[in-house]
């Protein structure tokens, strides 16, 4: 992705560490907020006008299974309607194929909300200091593990090393987000939203699928009961539908997903209309573009 900033020309520099580092950090050490946006930045994919002008901006953060199709649809309709999208690749960097994710984190086995929490806070950073991004009006939207991830970093005080597997968390970081959609999270053990109260509440949208077979539906509307400590008027809706009813490529067995393309439009809708009351309308019909410099239509 191409930038226009950087911090060597007077942007802010990431927060220093607070703390001082425990032996576990010692034997492997953890990145900064800076250092682990140097990683995800070359996979970031953009959309959007194709202007410098400061626009609110939504950073969509793709399921356990990776990037997949429904992602740049959700993107593409975003950046239509005329603000930036970023869609931030927690696994291309890392070197982690679809399969390998599949397996290791679609089981649970590794990378939980919690350590994936660093790329979102990282990614906000990162980008907040575009020049073509208005930093005061940020969205992130989440699906089911990305969803995950930036619920457990809203439980997160974010003032001492460790916290998001960063060195130097600051919630400082997180000024500029205005609002959250987060699209069937998971709710299950190990999902921090589960046992502790949201620091930070941003204007919240919730999509529990009712056939979800990941999260019982009772475990999904449990964990939107942090944020309402907050916002006790957070959206939700319920979707008739299964987990990833929005993504296609699951139609039959032997997945239990099943791909639903009217509560796909619905979602969409829903999402945008969600957007244009937390982010204030952008002006609208603007050529928008992906990373690379390759100009679509609007």
Same mark, same amino acid.
């Given at each position: 992705m191409n930038f226009i900033w950087g911090r060597d020309n007077g942007e802010p520099a990431a927060p220093a560490a607070a703390a001082k580092? +425990?032996?576990?950090?010692?034997?492997? $050490?953890? !990145? %900064?907020?800076? &250092?682990?946006?140097?990683?995800?930045? $070359?996979?970031?994919?953009?959309?959007?006008?194709?202007?410098?002008?400061?626009r609110p901006a939504v950073l969509l953060f793709h399921g356990c299974a990776g990037v997949r199709p429904h992602i740049d649809t959700y993107a593409r309709a975003v950046a239509a309607a005329g603000y930036r999208?970023?869609?931030? !690749?927690?696994?291309?960097?890392?070197?982690w194929s679809q399969a390998y994710a599949t397996t290791f984190v679609c089981s649970g086995a590794m990378f939980w909300g919690r350590e994936r929490a660093g790329d979102v806070l990282a990614a906000v950073w990162g980008l907040s200091q575009d020049p073509g991004v208005d930093a005061s009006r940020i969205c992130l939207a989440g699906w089911s593990?990305?969803?995950?991830?930036? =619920?457990?970093?809203? %439980? =997160?005080?974010?003032?001492?090393?460790?916290?998001?597997?960063?060195?130097? $968390?600051?919630? !400082?970081?997180?000024?500029?987000? &205005?609002?959250?959609? /987060?699209?069937?999270?998971?709710?299950?053990?190990?999902?921090?939203? +589960?046992?502790?109260?949201?620091?930070?509440? #941003?204007? @919240?949208?919730?999509?529990?699928?009712? &056939?979800?077979?990941? %999260?019982?539906?009772?475990?999904?509307?449990?964990?939107?009961d942090a944020p309402r400590q907050h916002h006790p008027a957070v959206d939700v809706w319920i979707?008739?539908? @299964?987990?990833?009813?929005?993504? #296609?490529?699951h139609e039959g067995f032997p997945s239990p997903m099943r791909y639903d393309p009217e509560l796909a439009e619905g979602c969409l809708d829903r999402f945008l209309g969600f957007? +244009?009351?937390? /982010?204030?309308?952008?002006?609208?019909?603007?050529?928008?573009?992906r990373s690379g410099g390759e100009a679509l239509d609007a």
């Open positions: 580092p +425990r032996l576990a950090e010692m034997l492997w $050490p953890l !990145d %900064t907020v800076a &250092k682990r946006w140097d990683m995800l930045a $070359p996979s970031v994919q953009a959309f959007g006008p194709r202007d410098e002008e400061p999208a970023f869609i931030i !690749d927690s696994y291309e960097p890392r070197g593990h990305g969803s995950w991830s930036i =619920m457990d970093l809203m %439980t =997160m005080p974010l003032e001492r090393s460790g916290e998001a597997s960063l060195a130097d $968390p600051s919630p !400082d970081c997180l000024a500029g987000v &205005k609002s959250l959609f /987060l699209l069937y999270p998971y709710g299950g053990p190990g999902a921090l939203s +589960r046992s502790r109260p949201w620091v930070r509440a #941003p204007e @919240t949208f919730g999509v529990v699928a009712e &056939k979800d077979h990941l %999260t019982a539906q009772a475990d999904a509307l449990r964990i939107f979707a008739p539908g @299964t987990h990833a009813f929005d993504a #296609p490529g957007l +244009r009351r937390t /982010l204030d309308p952008p002006a609208m019909g603007f050529a928008w573009q």
